[in-house]
């Protein structure tokens, strides 16, 4: 029986821009999200991938840290967050901060992951204190803390500009900012499921500035909620734009939506497919960008190694004891080692490489 092959002259014009290395629009992207050509999407964003890393894949020993979960916001997608006095709301102090961190240390860890809650009732001085806190005890370890939402709180309850904040944060031992608080960077998107959190102007304001200064930084979608296609290439869009400005994002991290209950059907998760087709668009999308992370958090192992023939070249590290995605419908382990890391990449014919935050190469495998 003979395969017939349809021809889509939209995906050759689409296919020789990537090709000649020409901006894709937010049209094309649109075209993208629509077509059931995904294998053909996956393929062009390998080939841009593979010109970028090679068959390299990287991947970080770190340690995820929640100092707080009691948090001002309301946001429709959060359940991690408490209000003061609720029951399981916590705030870690110096003294139990090193003692979490104690009891998961070992000496390969090379980076602390640090996003908690925008609490209230303590002031900018404790969010200091614990970068300090942890640059004094381990100071061989990148401290990647606080989101541009946070960085935005702090300046509220400060005074501060987020300018002097970021200075502030700097002088403590703050090595870079994480990609999270963006969700989706459209107002009508914010005004619906982060309210109270920084708008699309301050979020890409606190990176710009943080670039400004000197840090390199991370990016992140949260996809798969109220967002329309659309929106989240206008938030690539808009990521790329400050890229081509400060070239300060060191790697764009797309994020499934996880529901609020770990029993969620089947149908209030992100499907494969989609999840596949948005990690290929924003390497294809992204031109600037030198990485695209599949976050095994929330797709899960299999289609994290999956996501490295559709563009990715990270799938991130091993956490050790990740909360924000679990306090919802994460179904994934809360950590995986090293051993599992690396298999997981070779297992995709590809060559793991151990980096830092600033994916210097520590060791390949």
Not at 79 to 101: C, D, I, N, S
């Amino acid at each position: 029986m003979a395969v017939t092959l349809t021809k889509d002259t939209r995906m050759e014009e689409i296919a020789a821009k990537v090709q000649t290395g020409e901006r894709l629009s937010i049209e094309d992207g649109l075209y993208l999200y629509d077509t059931t050509d995904l294998l053909t999407i996956g393929q062009l964003a390998d080939q841009v991938n593979k010109q970028k890393s090679g068959d390299n894949v990287y991947f970080i020993e770190n340690m995820y840290i929640n100092p707080t979960n009691v948090c001002e916001a309301n946001c429709g997608f959060c359940g991690f967050k408490r209000k003061p006095g609720q029951e399981g709301a916590y705030t870690m102090h110096e003294e139990e901060l090193l003692e979490y961190v104690e009891k998961r240390w070992n000496d390969n860890i090379q980076e602390f992951h640090i996003v908690g809650g925008h609490n209230v009732e303590v002031g900018f001085e404790y969010y200091l204190n614990t970068v300090r806190t942890l640059k004094k005890h381990y100071p061989q370890a990148a401290v990647k803390a606080y989101t541009a939402a946070e960085i935005e709180f702090f300046a509220r309850i400060s005074g501060l500009s987020m300018r002097e904040v970021l200075q502030e944060l700097m002088k403590a031992g703050l090595d870079t900012l994480p990609g999270g608080g963006a969700e989706i960077l459209t107002e009508r998107y914010r005004a619906k499921m982060s309210p109270e959190k920084a708008s699309t102007y301050e979020w890409l304001e606190a990176h710009e500035t943080a670039h400004n200064l000197g840090m390199k930084t991370h990016a992140t979608m949260l996809y798969g909620s109220i967002d329309t296609f659309e929106e989240r290439l206008i938030h690539m869009d808009r990521l790329r734009q400050l890229q081509d400005k400060t070239n300060g994002f060191m790697v764009f991290i797309p994020l499934a939506m996880q529901p609020r209950k770990l029993n969620a059907g089947w149908h209030q998760r992100t499907s494969p497919y989609d999840d596949m087709r948005t990690v290929a668009i924003s390497r294809l999308m992204l031109d600037n960008f030198d990485h695209i992370k599949a976050y095994w958090i929330n797709i899960g192992a299999q289609l994290t190694q999956m996501a490295l023939t559709f563009g990715s070249d990270d799938i991130h590290g091993t956490l050790i004891e990740e909360r924000i995605s679990h306090s919802v419908g994460a179904l994934t382990s809360q950590g995986l080692t090293r051993k599992e890391l690396i298999h997981l990449i070779k297992a995709a014919n590809k060559q793991p490489v151990e980096r830092d935050t600033f994916y210097n190469r520590i060791k390949t495998y």
